[in-house]
């Protein structure tokens, strides 16, 4: 694996600046990827690895430039939990890890840098150096991944007889002996007022 430098400046440039999001997220995915065994998760191993994020802040971006992992590829996914983790899955073997961001680190960045009076900077800085015990808690844990959830070409692919729009990878809903897509289902997150090029 690359070093924590070379790896943080790949996730800034992805990111478009450092934070201390950064150096979390970086940190992270090192010492997940070590615990489940994953050594070139960007070259070799990149068809072992998945990778669940909790949350939709800097730290994802971080998981995803050192992983390789990414939505578009179906090697990682979100679930909207609001918590500053990721679960690595080593798909070969089954080990995962979940990772979380430990919330007394913000305080415990008083101790590593207190020379630095901005407490972002004072963190960014600290979360650098700080002992991977007081920055993470790290638990091993089971994953069933649905077929339908893993990377490769879709499992299923239908028209949804509301919209008519393509679904694929199971996310069909039958209602009412019906096959919609989820938004004709349980409501849509837009409002459509008109199709573009049409008046």
């Known amino acids: 694996m690359e070093s924590f430098e070379v790896l943080l400046e ?18 992270m995915s090192m010492l997940g990827l070590t615990i489940i ?26 998981v995803q430039s050192v992983t390789g992992c990414s939505l578009g590829k179906r090697s990682m996914r979100w679930i909207d939990y609001g918590v500053m983790a990721a679960t690595f899955v080593n798909l070969e073997t089954g080990r995962a890890v979940r990772i979380t961001a430990r919330e007394e ?8 840098c207190p020379e630095i009076e901005n407490k972002y900077a004072r963190q960014l800085e ?3 150096v700080m002992p991977e015990d007081e920055l993470f808690l790290v638990e091993d844990v089971e994953v069933k991944i649905p077929p339908e959830d893993m990377p490769g070409r879709p499992l299923k692919r239908v028209q949804c007889q509301g919209c008519g729009d393509w679904v694929q990878d199971c996310r069909d809903v039958t209602q009412d002996d019906k096959i919609l897509c989820r938004g004709c289902a349980y409501g849509k997150y837009y409002h459509r007022l008109t199709e573009v090029g049409q008046q």
Not at 10 to 27: E, F, K, L, N
Not at 105 to 112: G, Q, V
Request: hydrophobic share 35%; aromatic share 6%; charged share 30%.
């Open 126 to 128: 600290a979360y650098r």
């Open 10 to 27: 790949r996730s800034t440039a992805v990111h478009g600046h450092t934070c201390a999001g950064q150096v979390i997220g970086v940190r």
């Open 37 to 62: 065994g994953i050594h070139d998760p960007r070259g070799l191993d990149r068809k072992k690895l998945y990778v669940l994020v909790e949350i939709d802040r800097c730290a994802t971006d971080a």
């Open 105 to 112: 680190s913000r305080e415990l960045a008083d101790k590593y």
